[in-house]
């Protein structure tokens, strides 16, 4: 493991994974004030900085654009990744979102009780695709499948809304970060501040892959984890 580079704490991530912008971009909250979204590259250097948020919590990309959730102002917000403006109001009507996934076109939305799609454009899909949970922390998607991570649990629905198995891994310890390569999901647990592995059927890969640890959000670029930690630090893990 190392540290990669020092941001505020409460660092939330997203990343550009397996596109050409070839950057981590990451948000920093102190869950009170003002802050604003930085791009760095793999090795730490930073390469790209966007305007001033107001309480963002989350992140996600669909590898063209990026998009802010803003949990006092109940909307995501869209932005090009050298930090313009596209709409600062793309998704509206939210109640504390903290979680985004996105896949394909589709947005993926977690707040206060539910988890809503929309298009990347910001058209509704669902606003109601998946309803009565509790705040979502973590949203992955693994083909057609939708993972969200809330309480103690991961659920595991389809990205058309159709419960799988609402508690298809339990016992979890506060997963604040939910994550995945592709293949498996990756969970960190800010109660015991571990990050377990496990497979789309909620079989465990590694329950308890990295000890130790003290943060909030995670990503995974190639075989790299990164882990936004407490200390203002990134750290940076393998697989």
Same mark, same amino acid.
Not at 31 to 44: E, H, K
Not at 79 to 88: A, E, F, L, R
Not at 89 to 100: D, E, H, Q, V
């Given at each position: 493991?190392?540290?990669?580079?020092?941001?505020?704490?409460?660092?939330?991530?997203?990343?550009?994974?397996?596109?050409?912008?070839?950057?981590?971009?990451?948000?920093?909250?102190?869950?009170?004030?003002?802050?604003?979204?930085?791009?760095?590259?793999?090795?730490?250097?930073?390469?790209?900085?966007?305007?001033?948020?107001?309480?963002?919590?989350?992140?996600?990309?669909?590898?063209?654009?990026?998009?802010?959730?803003?949990?006092?102002?109940?909307?995501?917000?869209?932005?090009?990744?050298?930090?313009?403006?596209? %709409?600062?109001? $793309?998704? /509206?009507? +939210?109640?504390?979102?903290?979680?985004? &996934?996105?896949?394909? *076109? @589709? !947005? #993926? =939305?977690?707040?206060?009780?539910?988890?809503?799609?929309?298009?990347?454009?910001?058209?509704?899909?669902?606003?109601?695709?998946?309803?009565?949970?509790?705040?979502?922390?973590?949203?992955?998607?693994?083909?057609?499948?939708?993972?969200?991570?809330?309480?103690?649990?991961?659920?595991?629905?389809?990205?058309?809304?159709?419960?799988? %198995?609402?508690? $298809?891994? /339990?016992? +979890?310890?506060?997963?604040?970060?939910? &994550?995945?390569?592709? *293949? @498996? !999901? #990756? =969970?960190?647990?800010?109660?015991?501040?571990?990050?377990?592995?496990?497979?789309?059927?909620?079989?465990?890969?590694?329950?308890?892959?990295?000890?130790?640890?003290?943060?909030?959000?995670?990503?995974?670029?190639?075989?790299?984890?990164?882990?936004?930690?407490?200390?203002?630090?990134?750290?940076?893990?393998?697989?």
């Amino acid at each position: 493991m190392k540290n990669i580079l020092s941001i505020l704490l409460g660092s939330l991530l997203a990343s550009m994974a397996g596109h050409a912008f070839g950057q981590l971009f990451v948000i920093s909250n102190n869950f009170s004030a003002s802050f604003g979204m930085l791009g760095y590259n793999f090795d730490g250097t930073s390469k790209s900085v966007t305007s001033t948020l107001t309480d963002p919590r989350g992140l996600a990309t669909d590898g063209t654009n990026l998009f802010v959730a803003y949990y006092g102002l109940g909307v995501v917000g869209e932005y090009t990744v050298s930090g313009g403006i596209v %709409n600062p109001s $793309l998704i /509206s009507g +939210l109640t504390g979102p903290l979680a985004m &996934a996105a896949s394909g *076109t @589709n !947005l #993926f =939305v977690g707040d206060a009780s539910r988890i809503g799609k929309y298009s990347t454009s910001g058209m509704i899909v669902n606003a109601n695709l998946i309803t009565n949970i509790q705040s979502v922390w973590g949203l992955a998607v693994i083909g057609t499948n939708l993972f969200a991570s809330f309480g103690s649990t991961i659920g595991k629905y389809t990205t058309d809304g159709v419960t799988v %198995n609402a508690t $298809l891994i /339990s016992g +979890l310890s506060s997963p604040w970060g939910l &994550a995945t390569d592709g *293949t @498996n !999901l #990756f =969970v960190y647990n800010s109660g015991n501040g571990t990050i377990g592995v496990y497979n789309p059927s909620g079989g465990a890969v590694s329950p308890v892959l990295i000890t130790g640890l003290g943060g909030h959000d995670l990503t995974i670029i190639g075989t790299n984890i990164f882990l936004g930690r407490d200390g203002a630090t990134i750290g940076q893990y393998t697989t």
